[in-house]
């Protein structure tokens, strides 16, 4: 039972987080459309929580002629995660 309820905890935690990062990635997107301030705060927050994942993302792509299509990738991958990942926690869970 221990088990099953630390599972649970993780998957909801984890369900969590990857839906916070899908927002994270989102509102960074839509704000660079806008030519943001480089200097804003909440800019500044965005990019260094982002700019890790999607730097990996872009380094593994090809060039696509100036195309940024990482945080498309970023949020396919999160939420394979969370319908994969988080999922098999939870009926791993309920298995004990």
Known sequence: MIIANLLLAIANV?????SLFVWLIIIRALISWFNPDPYNTLFQF???VTEPVL???RGAMPNLGGIDISPIIVLLAAEFLKNFLVKSLVQLA???
């Open 94 to 96: 309920y298995t004990f």
């Open 55 to 57: 730097s990996v993302v």
């Open 14 to 18: 984890l369900n969590l987080a990857l």
């Open 46 to 48: 965005l990019y260094r």
